[in-house]
Structures are given as C-alpha cells and as structure tokens.
C-alpha cells in the first residue's frame, strides 16, 4: 500500500475505463482523530449503550430487520457528532474525489450512523448506493470511522471490498483503531464476522458510518 505525505495510504486498479473484476479505489487515512477526540468519542459512545438500536436494512417504511444479512446495534441521529465530523469529511472529499472518480464543485451533505458489532455481528455483502437516496441527492461516497477500547477485546470485522463484477477478487482492509476508510458508495463491500469472546458492549467493533451525499451540481465520470 502506498504511503503519502498527506497521510493518506490509496490502494486503487488505475484504469480509466475500469473493466470487470477491477477494485474500485479507495484511501486509508491512520489517525484520523486526535487522542483526546477519541477518548471522548468512546465515552460517549459507552455512556449511551442504552439508546442503540438493532440495525435495519432498507430507509423509511421499508426498513426492516434482517439478521440473515445484517446484524450489529446503531444509534441514530447524531448531531452532536457533526462538529467533529462534518469539517473532515468535507476536507478529505475535496482530496481524494478526482481518485473516486468524482468531480465536486458544491459542498456535501453528511448522513452519519454509530454502529457496534459486538459477538458475531456482521454485514452481508451489500452497495450504499441502494439506501439513503431521495430526489436531490444521493450517495456517492462512504466512509468507515473505526476505533475501540484498548486493549482491543475482538477479533475478525475487516472490511472487505469487492471487485466490479467479480466475487472472487477482495480487499481486505482491517478496522485499526483510530483509522478511515473511504470508498465509492458504488464499490460492493462487506463486514467479515466478528469474535468478541467477552459479549461486553465495551468490546465492540465500533464505527462512525459516514455516507457522502451529491447534490445536482456532482457528477460522476468513468
């Protein structure tokens, strides 16, 4: 993996026309946050082990459960975590959008999402693109924020990144502590099962979901 000043590590089938069985491009940003947003950010999160949620599949009346492809908790709305968010993501998007295949002229709507997987959660393989839209915007670019009690109390939850078109061809990006991973919201992805022998809440896999959200001034280009 290749390791930039900007300390950002991409990963990425370079083809301007990507044909079938190409992984699609992503980044890896190490020390996403600084130490102390991250202490405060497990504490709130363990603070509010009450209010999460199993999670659904699909948005609005059509939103339902699903355990046979997807289970872990969520804890939705997350206003109070826009300040520490919604400036980097904005930032990061504007770096690596030409890599993504995208070209921003306006600015981004964020759509957040806490999510535990705690003992044998996971997530099926799936693309963002499916959830989230409506008629002025959509998806288009996603992001995993991980971090976790240390020690670390789990084992497994990579997330694995699929090729176009293709089954056999994977990427598997491990969930480090204090990491982001952004994609296309269009790239098919999965999170691998997790083991944390102890069931305890504060051993979870924890992530911010982040989905990056076009307005009619994006547009996509091959």
């Known amino acids: 993996m290749e390791s930039r000043n900007d300390g950002l590590d991409a ?10 069985g190409a992984l699609l491009p992503y980044r890896v940003v190490n020390d996403f946050l600084d130490e102390d947003s991250v ?3 497990l504490r709130l999160t363990l603070s509010r082990e009450a209010q999460f949620r199993k999670t659904t599949i699909g948005t609005g009346d059509a939103a339902r459960l699903a355990p046979d492809v997807r289970m872990s908790l969520c804890l939705r709305p997350l206003e109070d975590l826009q300040p520490l968010f919604v400036p980097r993501l904005r930032e990061l998007a504007s770096r690596v959008a030409g890599d993504m295949g995208l070209s921003v002229v306006d600015e981004l709507l964020i759509e957040l ?28 670019l996603s992001g995993v924020y991980y971090f976790n009690h240390q020690p670390k109390g789990f084992s497994g939850g990579a997330l694995r990144l699929y090729a176009v ?13 204090n990491s982001f991973v952004v994609f296309p919201s ?20 924890f992530a911010v979901n982040c989905w990056m959200r076009r307005t009619t001034s994006w547009t996509q280009y091959s």
């Not at 990963?11 to 079938?20: G, H, N, T």
């Not at 078109?165 to 990006?173: E, M, P």
């Open 11 to 20: 990963k990425a089938d370079r083809e301007a026309a990507r044909p079938k």
């Open 39 to 41: 202490d405060g950010l």
């Open 113 to 140: 999402e806490l999510v535990a997987h705690g003992d044998g959660a996971f997530y099926k393989r799936h693309i963002d693109t499916q959830t989230g839209g409506d008629a002025t915007s959509r998806r288009v």
């Open 165 to 177: 078109g293709a089954d056999k061809r994977f990427f598997d990006i491990e969930p480090a502590h």
């Open 186 to 205: 269009w790239a098919p992805h999965e999170v691998m099962p997790v083991s944390c022998p102890s069931g305890e809440f504060i051993h979870s896999r």
